[in-house]
């Protein structure tokens, strides 16, 4: 770990006061050595990874970290607080920090090292060499493991987890100990046996401490626990023999476990990745008592989602319709986007260097001169418009992979380009993609004999299922999506006046109300669908969704420069960065105050949204890049009263953030009680 962390990354007296200074103290040491290339880029990378899940872990640890491609070389900051920073653990504020920075490409072998530091961390003699060390180089060598922490044998610091509760130094995994029979064992002398897997968003951090806090409970309850790590430093699978061994299954997760079908027949316990850091030792009594009453869990033959019914946590089917219905759509959005944004964007450069005429050019790999421009645009126009071609079929094909994992990927890229050939374009994409699932779900359910299970999902369930979607798609189905697709297209093309405000209202309300979230990608996702197929009245949608989607991050950076003593210190520094996270269209920007008062946040930005979106469209304003904010403002029609309307909206969220914020501080503040309002009084307050 001697590249990871040096004395000049320790900060042994961290003054910070919010988890969001922390970061951004210790990414200052980052840039000072050279590690960190941007310092605001490389921290909103951190504040996406902590939007996904708070990184404070029991026992006074917080390990803020992402992937960046700010980030030069893997590194590791460590910070230790007297006072303590809210990382958002259960059981209080943190006050050993450890800012973990991955490259966007990572090797595997400093992110193993990663992984040993997570494991560490569960440590508690480790953490308390950490609290005791007064010399940074010290402190470095011990994160590095070039000293081994002291055997002090004191009892835990207050906030450190009891050792019942955090593993014993690591042992090896497969040597469990011989117990004689006892309220572990299976009743014949063996121990009981578990099979994990435990992941995390990013992979780093918590896939490994609670890989570590799972097997060390076990060893601790004499259960013998075998742990498969789906991180970033690699995913080696559990031997067969070891998972039908198995008397039970734990997944710690917060992203989709591979391979589920590996597990079926074998009760289950299906939890956060947390559950299996703070708690492991519940997860292992309740996946006995599950084994007890014979509970079993089924999962789908070759398919990655447990059936309906089986209690799991993320398992989509055992939701209501309408939940698994958008899951599945925003599966396949999330795998369309970076086609969308390499391809549009490609294409809206062609546009700038080339004029739009540049469509008509002949073949680049007929005739292409390397002095020439218009060549030049002619490549990028081509390159942009074949990665285009890709949207329908990719977005068939996840939709029908997060329903029924890889089996569906063929019958569902089979039948999204099949939406292509028979003009059904975007809304064909949507039928293709969840025909193609359903097809694979209800092939899934007949039983077959243990001798074809091997060839099912990589021969007769593609097979019949794309030869069953190619056949409702060319002869059922396809047709009249493509007659609806025109009439869709035909109407967005004859709006005009009041028709056109209207669908601008609707849109800038959908892309403000969630901010990145279900209904702001479902109006994105309408938008960029236009795209594939451009006119006129496409291009008009795809301004308007992305002018108001510039709108809550641009508000609310102007309502923390214009009333500063409406919002915290913590406010008041993400509001910087929102500025130019709304410059960008990043819409997400806002979160951060709307998760702290979304009584009067959200409705401020939906109303500045929906301004925003009726004004462009009643402009007439036209976009051909899904992205960019106003990085591409010199390929929008009507540029001036493009950014007109992004700044009518913006002035009227920010004028009623700042009228309701002021009035709850007029109600809530009596006279003579000012000063008990100021900002830093008030971190933490809730609407």
Not at 361 to 378: E, I, L, R, T
Not at 533 to 540: A, H, I, R
């Amino acid at each position: 770990m001697s590249e990871l962390i040096t004395a000049e990354l320790v900060d042994l007296d961290l003054s910070a006061a919010t988890k969001d200074a922390a970061a951004r103290s210790l990414a200052e040491r980052m840039v000072a050595t050279h590690r960190v290339t941007d310092l605001d880029g490389f921290l909103a990378d951190v504040a996406a990874r902590e939007a996904q899940m708070p990184t404070g872990l029991d026992g006074g640890i917080g390990i803020p970290h992402c992937r960046s491609e700010h980030v030069s070389a893997p590194t590791l900051a460590f910070g230790r607080s007297a006072r303590g920073i809210d990382f958002g653990a259960a059981d209080g504020p943190a006050d050993l920090i450890f800012l973990i920075a991955a490259p966007a490409g990572a090797d595997d072998d400093h992110l193993t090292i990663l992984s040993g530091l997570a494991r560490r961390l569960m440590d508690p003699e480790f953490t308390a060499a950490l609290r005791a060390g007064d010399d940074p180089g010290t402190v470095a060598a011990l994160i590095r493991g070039e000293e081994p922490a002291p055997e002090t044998g004191a009892a835990p610091e207050a906030g450190t987890p009891e050792p019942a509760d955090v593993p014993e130094a690591e042992a090896p995994r497969a040597e469990a100990p011989e117990r004689a029979a006892s309220p572990a064992d299976d009743g014949d002398g063996a121990p009981f046996r578990i099979v994990a897997v435990t992941s995390c968003p990013t992979g780093i951090a918590h896939t490994y401490m609670a890989a570590e806090s799972l097997t060390a409970a076990g060893r601790a309850e004499g259960v013998e626990v075998t742990v498969e790590t789906q991180g970033s430093a690699g995913f080696s699978k559990l031997d067969p023999a070891v998972i039908a061994a198995a008397d039970a299954v734990i997944w710690a997760h917060d992203v989709e476990v591979r391979e589920k079908a590996r597990f079926r027949g074998k009760p289950l316990v299906d939890v956060g990745v947390k559950a299996g850091i703070n708690r492991p030792a519940e997860l292992i009594a309740e996946a006995r008592r599950k084994a007890e009453r014979g509970e079993i869990a089924a999962v789908p033959e070759g398919g990655d989602r447990p059936e309906a019914g089986d209690g799991g946590r993320s398992g989509a089917e055992g939701a209501h319709f309408g939940v698994r219905l958008r899951t599945y759509l925003m599966s396949g959005v999330s795998y369309m986007v970076p086609f969308v944004a390499a391809g549009g964007l490609l294409i809206a450069l062609s546009f700038a260097i080339g004029g739009y005429e540049i469509v008509d050019a002949k073949s680049v790999a007929d005739h292409f001169v390397w002095g020439q421009a218009d060549s030049w645009a002619a490549l990028l126009n081509q390159i942009g418009s074949a990665a285009f071609g890709f949207l329908v079929p990719v977005l068939a094909g996840y939709i029908a992979y997060g329903m029924a994992d890889r089996p569906a990927l063929v019958p569902g890229f089979v039948g999204g380009a099949i939406a292509l050939t028979v003009e059904a374009g975007f809304l064909g994409g949507l039928v293709a993609g969840l025909l193609a699932g359903a097809v694979v779900m209800a092939i899934q359910r007949v039983p077959v004999h243990p001798t074809l299970r091997g060839i099912m999902p990589v021969l007769v369930i593609p097979l019949i299922a794309s030869a069953v979607v190619g056949f409702l798609m060319f002869i059922v189905v396809g047709k009249p999506i493509a007659a609806l697709q025109g009439a869709l297209t035909d109407w967005l093309n004859g709006l005009s006046g009041s028709n056109a405000v209207i669908l601008g209202v609707v849109l800038g309300l959908m892309m403000c109300f969630d901010m990145g979230g279900p209904l702001n990608k479902v109006a994105y996702a309408f938008a960029v669908g236009g795209l594939a197929d451009p006119t006129d009245g496409s291009l008009k949608v795809m301004a308007a969704v992305m002018a108001a989607g510039m709108v809550p991050p641009l508000a609310l950076a102007l309502a923390t420069t214009v009333r500063k003593k409406l919002f915290t210190k913590t406010e008041r520094e993400n509001g910087r960065a929102a500025w130019v996270l709304g410059a960008s269209f990043i819409t997400e920007g806002a979160i951060p105050f709307a998760a702290a008062d979304p009584l009067r946040v959200i409705p401020s930005v939906m109303a500045g949204g929906a301004v925003t979106g009726a004004l462009s469209m009643a402009f007439g304003c036209t976009l051909r890049a899904p992205h960019g904010g106003i990085f591409v403002v010199p390929l929008i029609g009507e540029p001036f009263l493009y950014l007109l309307a992004i700044a009518a909206g913006t002035l009227v969220a920010t004028a009623l953030v700042v009228l309701l914020k002021g009035a709850r501080r007029t109600t809530a503040v009596p006279a003579g009680e000012a000063a008990a309002t100021a900002p830093e009084a008030r971190v933490g307050a809730t609407a």
